[in-house]
């Protein structure tokens, strides 16, 4: 099946420092979507990407569809303590009945005020 | 924007029993209903996907006698864990796609989670 490396696993940073994640894959996917998920909760939509190239920004996020179509990252601004927590990439495979979503394995942010 | 709701957020249940999970879209219809399921530390993986009045799709994996699925209306699906044991346990999560989103740009839209204890 198809598969998504996300990396890195995990991340320290600072208080107003930027942070970087991506995200590739062995096939390709139709979107390429973005969450955030906090603890105890179910992951929250950040970004969705649509079309190879796609550069959308959302606020202190920033993130691009990749032209190859495999690949995907996403950019955070300034953090802010709030911004901890766990994102995951996710690869949409859709068209007629089919709709599948495969997710990453996670990156966890955490930002030291 | 939508919403997702769950039902219970957590339970505790005792080896043996078996446990229901409502999922319901609150402002919008969906056709179509995931179920996932979450481990510590983990990602989510996809159980199966639940279409309104048919039989849901299982993943790979998944005993379908054990979690049963029924998405009897457009708002609703449930997840029943049939016999559960300890290593059931887990934070199952579902989602919906809300039908007013198509063409390669359906949305979709998950619920807070419940958190699922087999003692």
């Known amino acids: 099946g198809q598969q998504l490396n996300q990396s890195p696993q995990s991340m320290f940073i600072q208080e107003g420092e930027d942070v970087s994640m991506n995200c590739t894959s062995s096939s390709i996917f139709n979107t390429w979507l973005w969450y955030k998920q906090d603890p105890g909760e179910g992951p929250v939509l950040l970004i969705a990407l649509y079309k190879a190239g796609e550069l959308t920004s959302n606020g202190r996020l920033t993130a691009q569809f990749g032209i190859t179509r495999k690949d995907s990252f996403l950019n955070i601004s300034a953090s802010i303590p709030s911004d901890v927590g766990i994102y995951f990439c996710a690869g949409l495979v859709s068209g007629g009945s089919n709709y599948k979503l495969t997710f990453g394995k996670g990156t966890l942010l955490t930002v030291n005020p | 924007g939508a919403v997702v709701s769950q039902h219970p957020s957590r339970v505790i249940c005792k080896s043996g029993t078996s446990v229901k999970i409502e999922c319901r879209s609150l402002?919008?219809?969906?056709?179509?209903m995931f179920w996932y399921r979450q481990f510590p530390k983990q990602s989510l993986m996809l159980m199966a996907t639940s279409n309104e009045g048919s039989k849901a799709t299982y993943e790979q994996g998944v005993e379908k006698d054990k979690f049963l699925i029924n998405h009897a209306s457009l708002t609703l699906s449930t997840l029943t864990v049939t016999s559960a044991h300890p290593e059931d346990s887990s934070f199952y999560i579902c989602s919906a796609i809300d039908t007013r989103t198509s063409g390669g740009r359906e949305t979709q839209y998950f619920g807070p989670g419940t958190r699922l204890l087999v003692l």
């Open positions: 402002d919008f219809q969906a056709t179509t």
